[in-house]
């Protein structure tokens, strides 16, 4: 019985966070991203579950183009791990990072084939799905130079980070500060605005070759506490690919 009571309760100290972000080009709303961040206090393996939902459909310079990309990530206190898998334009593809005690394992799925590679663990700063996590222990702005293990396409790219500074952003009437920061994948540079409690609140970056922008549909509500869980790492159940 008090077997039971314990395990209740942790179930009950389980939390769910939802967020969506309307995406847009030329002012135009073309797309939805969606996540749900599952914080999971469990006192012997605290971590927080990250699924995230994409889909675009937009007309680009006369074409139709389409994306989207399904990913679960598992973040603690490190960059999170993450399995993801993307649609774009009608070509698939998978991509995979498990990280261990000794290193990061990377899987990648595409139309030309597999490849997998074994990296050491400092070789990744933060993935790109620990830019959504407002819980992450490693958010972009902890960095001046920045390893990114991309969900996207599979790849790690090194980029400087810029602060911009402090601005208002209009979220469905109210003004929210967020401070901005600049990186640069390969696509071009990109820019994230987050709150004071790390709720990334709006976001513009390159695809198709034009510029895109993601704004949050609702405010972030404040929180007593914003202090994400530690643990030793994140793992993520290994799926076959």
Do not use: C
Not at 98 to 120: A, M
Not at 125 to 153: K, M, N
């Amino acid at each position: 019985m008090m077997l039971l009571a314990l395990l209740a309760s942790l179930a009950s100290a389980d939390t769910t966070d939802s967020y969506t972000w309307d995406i847009q080009l030329n002012g135009n709303i073309v797309g939805h991203r969606t996540l749900d961040v599952q914080t999971i206090d469990d006192p012997t393996d605290p971590r927080r579950v990250l699924r995230v939902w994409t889909d675009i459909n937009a007309s680009v310079m006369d074409q139709q183009a389409t994306f989207q990309q399904r990913m679960t990530a598992v973040a603690g206190s490190g960059p999170a791990a993450f399995h993801a898998s993307v649609d774009q334009n009608g070509s698939l593809s998978e991509y995979q990072a498990r990280q261990d005690g000794y290193g990061w394992t990377l899987t990648s799925v595409e139309r030309r084939g597999v490849r997998s590679e074994d990296l050491p663990a400092n070789s990744v700063d933060l993935s790109t799905a620990d830019l959504l996590d407002p819980g992450s222990r490693v958010p972009i702005w902890t960095f001046t130079d920045a390893r990114v293990l991309t969900a996207e396409d599979g790849l790690i790219w090194q980029t400087p980070v810029t602060r911009l500074g402090a601005s208002d952003i209009v979220i469905d009437g109210q003004t929210v500060l967020a401070e901005g920061y600049e990186i640069e994948p390969p696509a071009g540079k990109m820019q994230l605005w987050y709150s004071a409690d790390g709720v990334l609140v709006k976001y513009a970056w390159r695809w198709m070759g034009v510029r895109a922008e993601a704004l949050l549909q609702d405010p972030p509500r404040q929180t007593l506490d914003t202090t994400p869980a530690i643990d030793d790492g994140p793992v993520v159940t290994e799926t076959a690919l």
